[in-house]
């Protein structure tokens, strides 16, 4: 059974704390991306990466860095949390240049700043 | 850049009765689009997608349809269960297969 998993289901931080979100995708697959998702805004693109060591800014990458060292490990990084980066952050893997394939999300992981 | 756009934000139908769930987008050149479902405190699941040189797929109680000319997708969902409540996303793959979703529509099946 494929399987891409994060390392926490629900976190609790403190504001100005450095947050690490880990995602691990068993598939082998190229791409992988970080997602949050707000009640009204639908998913938003955080980071996307095609390749290990190689990322793209998504759509609101302010306040967000990432780390791909290796292929099966994608990790999202809060630099310093603040209250407007509660949210559910939802990572998904999917093969490179098979846009009739569809990506697969981890379970997600609920994030309060306080 | 492609976008997807989803303006109703939630739709409610009786049980047995057909959902239809709707989707514009502004970018012509795509290969498929795709549909997932998500329930709450879970990721996203994939559940149909559609290619270009198509305008309709199916896939027992899920049809979508695509209108090129009006760049507009629909979902439709015959009959409607119970279970299908859910938030249900379109999504494009574009350049490096970047995903993009719509906001979303929230789908209400009443008993």
């Known amino acids: 059974d494929v399987k891409v998993t994060q390392s926490s289901r629900y976190l609790v931080k403190r504001t100005g704390e450095k947050v690490f979100l880990e995602c691990v995708q068993d598939?082998?697959?190229?791409?992988m991306f970080w997602y949050r998702q707000d009640p009204g805004l639908g998913l938003r693109l955080i980071y996307f990466?095609?390749?290990?060591?190689?990322?793209e800014k998504g759509d609101i990458p302010e306040g967000y860095s990432v780390s791909r060292e290796k292929k099966e490990r994608f990790s999202l990084i809060l630099e310093s949390a603040s209250t407007n980066q509660t949210s559910m952050y939802l990572c998904a893997s999917s093969l490179i240049d098979r846009s009739d394939t569809e990506a697969f999300f981890g379970q997600g992981t609920r994030l309060t700043v306080v | 850049d492609q976008q997807v756009k989803q303006n109703s934000p939630s739709l409610s139908v009786q049980e047995g009765r057909i959902s239809i769930l709707n989707c514009d987008y502004t970018?012509?050149?795509?290969?498929?689009f795709l549909w997932y479902k998500k329930y709450p405190a879970e990721g996203p699941t994939f559940l149909i997608s559609i290619s270009s040189i198509k305008d309709k797929n199916e896939d027992g109680r899920f049809t979508v349809f695509l209108n090129k000319s009006a760049k507009h997708l629909s979902l439709h969902i015959v009959p409607s269960q119970p279970g299908d409540s859910a938030v249900y996303f379109c999504?494009?793959?574009?350049?490096?297969?970047?995903?993009?979703f719509g906001k979303g529509i929230t789908l209400s099946v009443r008993p």
């Open positions: 598939m082998d697959h190229e791409n």
């Open positions: 990466s095609y390749d290990v060591k190689m990322k």
């Open positions: 970018n012509s050149m795509f290969d498929y």
């Open positions: 999504s494009d793959t574009g350049a490096n297969s970047k995903l993009t």
